[in-house]
Each structure stands twice: as structure tokens, then as C-alpha cells.
């Protein structure tokens, strides 16, 4: 199955560019100085060969506001990721595995928040914190508000894995509810759960990037959404600034792209009705 | 007594169903923003009392306050009920949500903090047309057009469908906002084919004549492109990897060999792979109208996406939850009206038993 997957030129491209945006928030501070406090210039400097993105409106080196931004945007993503995985997986499998009237009572649930706008929880949540809006209590906000797309993509797997009969013997042989889901309806999901892993990421790098360009983002750290937010309400789209906004663009969109390509990939090659 | 009626079942379960999350939305509306720290009636009495020494005066203006935001009991002339030491009494958090549930059902949102003593249901009222004639017939045009486009890719294959899967792959990807400051800065800024912000020329007042109606017109361009591209590219992704799945199927096969052809195929396939995206398009509602709301944000659009916006600078939380609750309840109406036309379209779905969330 992973040698399927590493002949995919589409899951190669998208893994080599993820891959490529975790080294540069890995190892970047090691090689540049990354300072995001001091002023190395005027504001909007265009870029030259001593600073190559040229600074934002303080006058503060963009290429660090972009690996700091890198830094905390994959932050929120895997954590965000995690957290919306892990909560959406328990309420899927469970529902789907015991079906009857706990299933009915949590696919309500699901669809209830499916259809209230998850930005609009978060702007809700976000906007009551005053002060200690931090880059992680951020992104378990966006986790706990993104989880419903998993829960029911898990939902619909694990329902069909409970009429088989491995699943039946384990209950004869007397597995409680627990054992059956995490001994045997699990392991048949992990490839499953991880291509939810990585939407759910995807999605928590954008809802980051939409809430912080909203003004809303985490007071602790500079984030893409937040370099973005900051130019935007600095005029440097009419001060033709494109320094202070484009990189981030591209950065959050090569990401986004990558992990929707690593997904479209995984499907195709685990799905072969796609494949041809 | 409804068996003989699958399709008014059908509505009416999705209708009881829909009011269900209407009351959790309320529920939510109410008690997020009541989760945190912060407490905005307690930041503008003091603004409010700053100016007057007078330990009187400022509890006056306190009480009047409190009043307003119904913090305080009230009897049936509107008058402060107090306890023996002439305190007034504080409303409970319960009874403030019962009341608060009671005004919004009947469409009264309370009072703006910001643009005191502007009432928030007015500023929604001159929001809301702005949103809905943006938001309503670019979602639409864009998913007609993308599935169109993402069932002729799947037919095709060959040069058209690798030329238009990586593209509306890119554009579903390309977050919404990122457009949008695209097109605002391409078109608006540096070619300056659009204007790059606002809903219409400043020097207009919004009515109906010819003139302002086409200076709108001119400002809707470039936030409705920044809509439509990425609704149109995630549609026409759903509806490709559908019709290679109706491909498959044992009806086209026995429809080629026939040789029935390939436009009435190609309507066959369409019938069958437009349901459930019909589906995903109720449920992905609600993501697209909360990147349509940040589009509206960065052109500067009347909206409600703007409105939130210069509510959240200010702090402005009554803003805030008056137009969270609408946009919920727009989405959820959006919602009820593509699960019926689903029902409608679908008889599969009028001869299923029951209603339920499924």
C-alpha cells in the first residue's frame, strides 16, 4: 500500500512541499537570525540582498515574520489537527459501531454543528477572550469546532465494519464495547483516520489564517493570518507593498495545496475505483 | 395520518429538525461570549461615567445602562424593581437567556454598544441585502457551472480534464481570503480595472436608480470572482471523482453498448451524481458563507462580513452575536431549502421512512 503511494507523482509533489515547509520552520532559525522584535529599517522597505523580503510596516525583517509565522501556523495546524481528529474519531466510531439510539443521538449532534458556521463559533469563542488568547488555546478552539467533518466521514466507515465478522466473534468472546472498538474497528480505520488527520490540519492552518485576519488572532505570537491581518490594516496593498503580503499568501497556500494533494492522493491509491 | 404524504413528512421533518438547531444555535449565540473574561457593559458604563464626579449621577447613568441591556429587573411599566435598600435587583443568567430568547424570536437584537443607542437589527437591516444579493447568486452560479465542468472532466479525461483538475484543485485550495487580496490587488490596485473597495461610489447614496444600481454593478465584479472561482473549484472536484464512480456503474456500460448517446449518457450520469452533491452542498454551506463573509471583509463590502468586522475592533459584542445569530439562521434556511429540494428531486428520499438527522 505505501509503495502504491510512493509511486504516486501526485503524493510525491504534495509530501515534497509539506515536507519542504516543515524543514524551512525546523531548521530556518538555525541558519537565519530570526528576529521579530527589531527594527532593521522604514517601514515597507522593498526587498535587497540584506533583507530578502524587504520589512513590514514596523520596519521588522519579513523573511523572520515568516518563519515565525511558519512556526506558529503549523503549530495551530497539527494541534488543531489533533485535537479535531482525535474528538471527531471517538464520536464517529462510537456512534457508528453501537448504532441504535446512542448512533442517532450523536449523528444529530454532528450535523447540528456541520450546519452553525464553525467561523462563527469561533469568532463567538474568540471574541469573548479578552487577554489570554494564546496561539495553543487558539487551536484547540479551532479543533474543537472543526471535528464534525471527521466524525462523520468515521462514522460511515466504522458502521460498515460493524456487521463483520471479526467483530462479531470479538463480542462473543466477550470484548465490552471499548475493547471491540479500539482492538478491532480502529486498526481497520488508521489509514482512514489519517487522511482525516490531514484535512483536519489543512483546516486548521486556514481557520487560524481566517480568524487572525479577522483581528482575532493569538496575542503571543506572529502567524501568517496574522502577517496578512497586519498589511492589510496597514495599507500595503495600496502602498503596492506586495512584499509584506504575497510570501504569506503563497506560504499558506502552498500548505493547503500540499495536504489537499497528499489527500486527493491517498484516496485515489486506497480507493481503486479512482484509480485507472 | 402523513404516510400517504412522503413529501410533506419529509418537509416536516426537516423543518422540526432545522428548529432544533435553531434553538442550539440561539443556545450558543448566547452563552459563547458569556464563556470569557471579557465584559463589555462594565467597560462602557465606566466610558460612560468618566466624565461626571458625581457619585449619583454615575450610578444614574450605571442603572440606565443596565436597563437598556435588561441586566437589571424590570416591572411591567418598564420601571427598576428594588430591593429594601433601594438596590435594584440583578437578572439572573437564566432569566437574561430567557428573554434574550424571547427578543430574538421576535427580531429584536438589542442595542448596538458602539453605536449607542443605534438599535443592532437597523444595522443588520442595511447589511443583510448587500450580503444576500452577493452571497446568494454567486454560490449558486458557482456550483451550477462547477459541477458542469467537473462532470464534463470526468467524461472527457484526456488534455481537458488534466488541464482543469490541478486548476480547480489550486483554486479549492487557495484559501478564500487569499483571492480576494489577489483580486484586489491585481485588478483594484495596480491595473485598477475595479475598484478595488467598497460596495458602491462614495459619493452615492444607496436607492434605486439606474446609476447607482450600475456604480454597484461595477463594485460587484471583483468580490463576486473571488467567491465564484473557488466555489466553482471545489464543486467541480466533488462532482469529477462522483461521475468517475457513475462511469463505473453497470446503467452508463449498458447505455454505450446500446449506443445511446453521449449527451443523454452524460444527462443520465448527471441526474445520479448531482444528489449528492446537492448533499455536500447543504453541508458545506456553511464554510462558504463564512469565506464569503472574510471576502466581504477585505473589499471593504457593506455587508455583514463587514459589519462583524468593525464590531469586533470596537468591541462591539451585541453587534457581534445580532449578526452571528443571522448569518446561522440565513445558513440554516439555505440549508432546509436544499434538503427539501433534495427531497423533492430524490425519490429515494420521499419513499425512506422516517425523518431523523441522517
Redesign the interface.
Known amino acids: 500500500m505505501f509503495r502504491g503511494l510512493l509511486k504516486n507523482p501526485a503524493f510525491i509533489l504534495g509530501a515534497s512541499l509539506f515536507l519542504l515547509t516543515l524543514l524551512i520552520a525546523l531548521f530556518a532559525p538555525l541558519f537565519l537570525n530570526v528576529d521579530t522584535q527589531t527594527r532593521v529599517g522604514l517601514a515597507y522597505t522593498p526587498p535587497s540582498s540584506e533583507h530578502w523580503l524587504g520589512t513590514d510596516h514596523m520596519g521588522i525583517d519579513m523573511v523572520s515574520m515568516l518563519v515565525a509565522g511558519l512556526r506558529s501556523s503549523l503549530h495551530v495546524g497539527f494541534l488543531a489537527g489533533t485535537v479535531a481528529t482525535i474528538v471527531g474519531t471517538l464520536i464517529g466510531v462510537y456512534g457508528g459501531y453501537k448504532g441504535g439510539l446512542v448512533d442517532?443521538v450523536l449523528?444529530?449532534a454532528t450535523?447540528?454543528f456541520?450546519?452553525?458556521?464553525?467561523?462563527?463559533?469561533l469568532?463567538?469563542?474568540s471574541?469573548?477572550?479578552?487577554?489570554?488568547r494564546s496561539l495553543s488555546l487558539i487551536a484547540l478552539i479551532i479543533g474543537c469546532t472543526t471535528w464534525t467533518w471527521s466524525a462523520r466521514a468515521v462514522r460511515a466507515q466504522s458502521a460498515s465494519l460493524r456487521a463483520r465478522d471479526h467483530v462479531s466473534l470479538a463480542r462473543i468472546n466477550g470484548y465490552g464495547s471499548f475493547g471491540i472498538v479500539t482492538l478491532h474497528i480502529l486498526p481497520y480505520l488508521l489509514s482512514y483516520i489519517f487522511m482525516v488527520f490531514i484535512l483536519q490540519t489543512?483546516t486548521g492552518i486556514?481557520s487560524e489564517?481566517?480568524i487572525s485576519?479577522?483581528?482575532?488572532g493569538p496575542y503571543d505570537s506572529v502567524s501568517l493570518g496574522k502577517i496578512?491581518n497586519e498589511a492589510?490594516r496597514n495599507e500595503a496593498?495600496?502602498d503596492?507593498a506586495?512584499w509584506a503580503?504575497v510570501p504569506a499568501?503563497v506560504l499558506?497556500?502552498v500548505i493547503?495545496?500540499a495536504l489537499?494533494?497528499i489527500n486527493?492522493a491517498m484516496e485515489g491509491v486506497f480507493n481503486p475505483?479512482?484509480r485507472k | 395520518m402523513l404516510a400517504n404524504y412522503p413529501t410533506l413528512r419529509h418537509i416536516l421533518g426537516r423543518a422540526g429538525w432545522y428548529f432544533i438547531t435553531f434553538l442550539v444555535a440561539v443556545t450558543i449565540n448566547f452563552f459563547l461570549p458569556r464563556l470569557g473574561d471579557a465584559n463589555p457593559i462594565d467597560t462602557i458604563i465606566a466610558r460612560a461615567s468618566a466624565g461626571s464626579a458625581d457619585a449619583v449621577a454615575q450610578k444614574k447613568i450605571a442603572e440606565s445602562y443596565l436597563k437598556e441591556f435588561r441586566l437589571i429587573q424590570l416591572d411591567d411599566q418598564g420601571e427598576i424593581i428594588r430591593d429594601a435598600t433601594g438596590n435594584p435587583i440583578k437578572t439572573g443568567l437564566a432569566e437574561q437567556f430567557a428573554s434574550y430568547l424571547v427578543m430574538s424570536l421576535k427580531g429584536d437584537l438589542g442595542t448596538s454598544i458602539l453605536q449607542y443607542p443605534k438599535k443592532v437589527s437597523e444595522i443588520i437591516k442595511d447589511a443583510l441585502p448587500w450580503t444576500l444579493t452577493l452571497q446568494l447568486p454567486t454560490i449558486i452560479f458557482g456550483w451550477i457551472v462547477g459541477n458542469l465542468l467537473g462532470a464534463l472532466a470526468a467524461y472527457k479525461r484526456g488534455v481537458f480534464d488534466r488541464v482543469l483538475y490541478p486548476a480547480a484543485l489550486l483554486a479549492s485550495a487557495v484559501p478564500a481570503f487569499c483571492v480576494g487580496i489577489l483580486l484586489v490587488y491585481v485588478f483594484g490596485i495596480r491595473l485598477e480595472w475595479f475598484p478595488a473597495v467598497g460596495g458602491y461610489d462614495d459619493s452615492m447614496v444607496p436607492n434605486l436608480s439606474w446609476e447607482f444600481i450600475s456604480s454597484a454593478s461595477y463594485y460587484y465584479v471583483l468580490p463576486f470572482l473571488s467567491i465564484f472561482l473557488i466555489v466553482l473549484g471545489g464543486q467541480a472536484i466533488g462532482m469529477r471523482s462522483m461521475c468517475i464512480y457513475e462511469l463505473g456503474t453497470d446503467y452508463v456500460k449498458y447505455a454505450k453498448l446500446l449506443g445511446i448517446r453521449e449527451t443523454k449518457i452524460l444527462l443520465y450520469m448527471f441526474r445520479n451524481a448531482m444528489l449528492p452533491q446537492l448533499t455536500g452542498l447543504a453541508l458545506a454551506l456553511g464554510a462558504m458563507v463564512g469565506g464569503a463573509l472574510i471576502t466581504e471583509m477585505i473589499f471593504s463590502y457593506p455587508g455583514l462580513g463587514m459589519a462583524v468586522l468593525t464590531a469586533i475592533q470596537g468591541n462591539d459584542y451585541s453587534v457581534i452575536t445580532g449578526c452571528t445569530l443571522l448569518v446561522t439562521v440565513t445558513v440554516l434556511i439555505a440549508n432546509f431549502s436544499v434538503d427539501i429540494l433534495v427531497g423533492l428531486l430524490d425519490p429515494r428520499i420521499r419513499a425512506a421512512q422516517g425523518g431523523g438527522g441522517k
Do not use: E, H, K
Not at chain 1, 471574541?127 to 489570554?132: A, E, V, Y
Open positions: 442517532d449523528t444529530v450535523n447540528l456541520l450546519v452553525i458556521p464553525s467561523l462563527i463559533v469568532i463567538l469563542l471574541s469573548s477572550m479578552d487577554q489570554g489543512a486556514l489564517a481566517s485576519m479577522l483581528g482575532l496578512l492589510i496593498l495600496t503596492g506586495w503580503f499568501m499558506v497556500t493547503a495545496f489537499y494533494v486527493t475505483r479512482l
